[in-house]
């Protein structure tokens, strides 16, 4: 009798803790992924036991100068042997940056997109049937839908359809800004697309982008260097009635920012730290915008929806899984 009271109990109390876990939905993002370098933060974010993860570019590092797509074959080939057979389980979505799109800082001018494109869209194994087969670029979007509560995640292309940059000349190069009225990162299809896109039902709008949107201080790659779709995002996003969460990567540095009506978190990078691209390391930067400092360190990113409580968190953690940033938002 007690058995059977006892296995009553037990079953009472799984049925009770999956339903706990259902309202719960982890998301875990990341960015600059090195194919040749070791991956132990895959370690930490298995702990975490995620429903899904997000790439959010320079997945594989198999860009060269001339813009040949050979060694991005090859690269991808080593990251297919490095990837855990557990993540790859999970719910994967991805956009892409310089280093995988083909070339550094690269945009619509570089001449093998279409070849990229193909080469990106086998590699991550998506089908045929998917609007992103007969479409320029990889941009894209679906509704998570977490027991009712529907997560709008926006996948951005800054790469495809991008005007070129302007800058200085010499080695360390400044990127200034382009104000050329026809400059653009998205391109007219794309931003007629989101525009659509950001109004579909949902209670949760999540914006991937693979450069920054917020941050404007620094030298490299960002939004602020395409003044007008800068702002225009920003006005878009400000107003929705949903809110909204921008989430990014490529800066091999990881924070959390503030604008009016939304944050930004920036995760990067999984396993290619400043140290390892600059041996005197880089100097934190620091941005109006921004909440705290940056960490340098190997780190990614994870969003936890509390669907009972109306919140939802915001995480940067480390190569351990120690939460370095963190940021509680109510809904």
């Known amino acids: 009798m007690r058995k059977k009271l006892n296995l009553a109990a037990f079953l009472i109390l799984l049925s009770f803790c999956n339903f706990t876990i259902a309202k719960t939905y982890k998301i875990a993002f990341g960015s600059c992924l090195d194919q040749e370098d070791p991956q132990p933060i895959w ?24 813009g040949s797509l050979d060694f991005m074959k090859t690269a991808y080939a080593e990251q297919k042997k490095m990837l855990p ?7 994967i979505n991805v ?3 310089d280093h995988d799109f083909g070339i550094n800082d690269g945009g619509s ?6 070849d990229a494109q193909k080469m990106y869209l086998d590699f991550w194994d998506i089908s045929q049937e998917d609007i992103r087969r007969y479409r320029e670029g990889i941009y894209t979007n679906k509704i998570i839908d977490i027991n009712g509560f529907k997560v709008n995640l926006i996948l951005l292309d ?11 000349s010499g080695i360390n190069s400044v990127y200034l800004k382009n104000i050329n009225p ?7 299809d794309q931003w007629s697309w989101l525009i659509k896109t950001i109004n579909a039902e949902a209670n949760l709008v999540i914006v991937a982008t693979s450069i920054q949107l917020l941050a404007t201080q620094h030298r490299f790659e960002k939004w602020s260097n395409f003044p007008k779709d800068h702002s225009k995002l920003k006005e878009l996003l400000n107003l929705s009635k949903t809110p909204v969460l921008v989430i990014s990567g490529d800066r091999h540095q990881g924070a959390i920012y503030k604008d009016n ?15 390892k691209i600059f041996r005197l390391g880089r100097p934190k930067e620091t941005d109006p915008l921004m909440v705290g400092d940056m960490f340098s360190g190997e780190n990614y990113g994870l969003i936890t929806i509390d669907i009972d409580n109306k919140t939802y968190k915001i995480e940067l953690k480390d190569i351990n899984g120690k939460v370095v940033r963190s940021q509680l938002i109510t809904l």
């Open 43 to 66: 370690n930490a974010v298995k702990e975490e036991n995620i429903n899904s993860f997000i790439f959010l570019g320079d997945n594989v590092y198999g860009d060269v100068p001339s």
């Open 85 to 91: 057979d557990w993540l790859l389980k999970k719910d």
């Open 95 to 97: 956009i892409w940056d």
């Open 109 to 114: 001018s570089y001449p093998l997109k279409s």
């Open 158 to 168: 800054t790469r495809y359809f991008r005007s070129d940059l302007e800058k200085t």
């Open 182 to 188: 026809d400059a653009t990162i998205l391109g007219d």
């Open 261 to 275: 009506n939304f944050y930004e978190i920036t995760s990067s990078s999984l396993n290619k730290t400043i140290s």
